[in-house]
Structure formats: structure tokens, C-alpha cells
């Protein structure tokens, strides 16, 4: 999720944004919304679900989504992304055959596609498909702690630029 989250950032994540849920059976009782484009996720890995991982959804239920020539389109229109990683231009190992292009693939009903905002290094949905609703813990929203382990002076660890930062 390079450059909106960095490694040693710790987030804060609503878990009450979409709803109420009851606990180890991840059931709504109390729907409060559903993701929007845009939002970052936190989410039960769908190939581990013991691992939680964060990405952007970029596809909602309905939306047909292509990426043609590294760009993304959604429901055929281009989307602006000024929050993506662009200076890394190196494919994946493995990778470079959908680095550039994908889709069209629909967005079935409860379920959403969701990508890293590091591009090229990001493993999500075109690798392992959808989210389902029921997978999702909640909406990161806030930097509370950034920690820079490769630094040697204890002080130049804290990333106190980044604490308190509002994630969009």
C-alpha cells in the first residue's frame, strides 16, 4: 500500500463502519453501509483467512473492471489515481503478464475488487479474486504510530510526520 501506508505503520480500522457484526461468525445484524470505491479495507486474506490484509476496493458489486496499458478503468471510464505508487516501473517476477493489462471481469453481487496501491508489487484481486462482504473486518482510517526500524537513532525511528495521519 505504498505510498499511503508504509512498513511500521500501526492504523487504527472502524470495525463498526458497515455494520455491526457478531463476533466468529462475522454475521450483520446491523448494516450501517456498505465499502465505497476508494476506501481501504482491512480484510480476511480469501487464500489464508488466519492473515488479515489491506488494500483499496476499486470495484464495487456491478462494476466491470479492465486495466489497459497500466491504467484502470472502471465501467469503461478511466480512473484518476494520485494515491498510486508510480516510481516503481519494474514488473513482479511473475507477474508482468497482467502488470499492464486485465479484464474485463464483473464484480458479482457482495463481494468487491480491491488492489494495493503499489501496483506493481501488490498481490490482490487479480491475483486471487474477490472479497466477499463477509470477509471484511472494517476501514482503516488513521496512522496512530510510524516506526522506521531501519534508522539507528531511536528518535529518527518515529516517523512523526506520518502519526496522526488521516488514511484516503
Same mark, same amino acid.
Given at each position: 500500500?505504498?505510498?499511503? %501506508?508504509?512498513?511500521?505503520?500501526? +492504523?487504527? !480500522?472502524? $470495525?463498526?463502519?458497515? /455494520?455491526? @457484526?457478531?463476533?466468529? +461468525?462475522?454475521?450483520?445484524?446491523?448494516?450501517?453501509?456498505?465499502?465505497? @470505491?476508494?476506501?481501504?479495507? !482491512?480484510?480476511?486474506?480469501? *487464500?489464508?483467512?488466519?492473515?488479515?490484509?489491506?488494500?483499496?476496493?476499486?470495484?464495487?458489486?456491478?462494476?466491470?473492471? !479492465?486495466?489497459?496499458? /497500466?491504467? %484502470?478503468?472502471?465501467?469503461?471510464?478511466?480512473?484518476?489515481?494520485?494515491? +498510486?505508487?508510480?516510481?516503481?516501473? *519494474?514488473?513482479?517476477?511473475? @507477474?508482468?503478464?497482467?502488470?499492464?493489462?486485465? /479484464?474485463?471481469?464483473?464484480?458479482? *453481487?457482495?463481494?468487491?475488487?480491491?488492489?494495493?496501491?503499489?501496483?506493481?508489487?501488490? %498481490?490482490?484481486?487479480?491475483? &486471487?479474486?474477490? !472479497? *466477499?462482504?463477509? $470477509?471484511? $473486518?472494517?476501514?482503516?482510517? %488513521?496512522?496512530? &504510530?510510524?516506526?522506521?526500524?531501519e534508522q539507528t537513532d531511536w528518535m529518527d525511528k518515529i516517523r512523526f510526520n506520518?502519526?496522526?495521519?488521516? +488514511?484516503?
Open positions: 500500500m505504498i505510498p499511503t %501506508l508504509n512498513i511500521g505503520d500501526h +492504523i487504527l !480500522v472502524s $470495525k463498526f463502519t458497515y /455494520g455491526v @457484526r457478531l463476533p466468529f +461468525i462475522w454475521t450483520t445484524v446491523i448494516p450501517l453501509g456498505l465499502p465505497k @470505491r476508494g476506501d481501504v479495507i !482491512v480484510f480476511r486474506f480469501p *487464500e489464508d483467512e488466519s492473515k488479515d490484509f489491506i488494500k483499496r476496493v476499486v470495484g464495487i458489486p456491478g462494476d466491470t473492471i !479492465v486495466i489497459k496499458d /497500466g491504467v %484502470l478503468y472502471v465501467n469503461e471510464i478511466a480512473q484518476k489515481e494520485d494515491y +498510486i505508487n508510480r516510481e516503481d516501473n *519494474e514488473p513482479a517476477p511473475n @507477474r508482468a503478464q497482467i502488470r499492464g493489462g486485465f /479484464g474485463p471481469i464483473t464484480v458479482p *453481487e457482495a463481494s468487491y475488487f480491491v488492489m494495493g496501491d503499489n501496483r506493481n508489487h501488490s %498481490l490482490d484481486s487479480r491475483f &486471487w479474486g474477490f !472479497v *466477499e462482504n463477509s $470477509k471484511i $473486518k472494517g476501514r482503516a482510517f %488513521l496512522i496512530y &504510530w510510524s516506526w522506521d526500524a506520518r502519526i496522526g495521519k488521516i +488514511i484516503r
